[in-house]
Nanobody, 121 residues
Framework: QVQLLESGGGLVQPGGSLRLSCTAS????????VGWYRQAPDKERELVAR???????NYADSVKGRFTISRDNAQKTVHLQMNGLKPEDTAVYYC???????????????WGQGTQVIVSS
């Protein structure tokens, strides 16, 4: 069984920083694309940032220049460094990954349970 565990959320003042982490565990052959999504109350879930297995990344326009996604393949972990946080960044942040459990090239979609980020003074 594969699990994604997010950590690092919390309450922070506007302009502050948080670093979210997403760690995969279980029967894993390789981790392919990983994305951070967020969902604010009464809004749809949206992609914040994504990183490929090769390290290429892309960001939502609303977070470009403030957020940085990175990955540590040895630790099976993806980080989201969030700087210059704004109240509109308040949401539950979810990690999503495409994971291969064997060498067969078949990949499966997994979601973490989410971590709450609140930006408020």
């Amino acid at each position: 069984q594969v699990q994604l565990l997010e950590s690092g959320g919390g309450l922070v003042q506007p302009g502050g920083s948080l670093r979210l982490s997403c760690t995969a565990s279980g029967n894993i052959f390789s981790i392919n694309d990983v994305g951070w999504y967020r969902q604010a109350p009464d809004k749809e879930r949206e992609l914040v940032a994504r990183i490929t297995s090769g390290g290429s990344s892309n960001y939502a326009d609303s977070v470009k220049g403030r957020f940085t996604i990175s990955r540590d393949n040895a630790q099976k972990t993806v980080h989201l460094q969030m700087n210059g946080l704004k109240p509109e960044d308040t949401a539950v942040y979810y990690c999503h990954a495409y994971i291969q459990r064997t060498s067969s090239n078949l990949q499966y979609s997994y979601w973490g349970q989410g971590t709450q980020v609140i930006v408020s003074s």
